[in-house]
């Protein structure tokens, strides 16, 4: 582990990914009023690219009605395959944040689904990926994206490990929205 900014980073030099028990544990370690929202959801990215198998790219999805836009992500590959999606207007994350479904992509080669998106997609790297709805608020949701550079990188285990990371990522947000209306509202007495 290395420290960076007052939280501890994980990083994984080995194939071998981090233990996701591990990494809920930082997750409910963080002290809300140390960070923002966006220090939060990166952090949340950050923790999946090690938890995941298959050296994954991930980005956080945020849709507030049907506006997407990528809150976060860990590179480039992330931010280029959300950004086909909502250029098409359809694909695994927006998929996943509008119907509240885990969307696998197992080989983007191969799928039939979206199949402008899978092209490009395939292109640029990313051959496998999963999408994990995120819920939010009401009128917002999300999905969590986790693009991997070899086809068939999630296996049955790796699906069961975000489906369990992803709800707790969900609340550490709901409870980050919480804090931030209480301190404005904090604020706004205050004047």
């Known amino acids: 582990m290395k420290q960076?900014?007052?939280l501890a980073a994980v990083t994984s030099d080995s194939s071998a990914p981090l233990d996701p028990r591990q990494a809920l544990e930082q997750l409910g370690s963080l002290m809300l009023r140390e960070h923002s929202m966006d220090?939060?959801?990166?952090?949340?990215?950050?923790l999946t690219k090690v938890v995941m198998p298959g050296n994954p790219e991930a980005s956080l999805l945020l849709m507030v009605g049907d506006k997407p836009t990528t809150a976060v992500f860990t590179?480039?590959?992330?931010?280029?395959?959300d950004e086909i999606?909502?250029?098409?207007?359809?694909g695994p994350c927006l998929h996943a944040a509008r119907t509240g479904k885990l969307t696998d992509v197992p080989d983007t080669r191969s799928d039939d689904r979206w199949r402008d998106y899978m092209t490009v997609a395939a292109q640029r790297g990313a051959l496998s990926s999963i999408s994990v709805p995120l819920?939010?608020?009401e009128g917002m949701t999300g999905a969590l994206n986790?693009?991997?550079?070899?086809p068939h990188a999630f296996d049955d285990d790796a699906k069961t490990a975000a489906q369990k990371f992803v709800p707790y990522a969900a609340v550490a947000v709901a409870n980050m929205h919480a804090y931030d209306d209480a301190r404005a509202m904090a604020d706004n007495l205050q004047r």
């Open 4 to 6: 960076t900014g007052g």
């Open 39 to 46: 220090t939060l959801l990166q952090r949340v990215v950050d």
């Open 75 to 81: 590179g480039r590959l992330a931010m280029d395959c």
């Open 85 to 90: 999606q909502y250029g098409s207007g359809h």
């Open 135 to 137: 819920p939010m608020a």
């Open 146 to 150: 986790i693009y991997a550079r070899v």
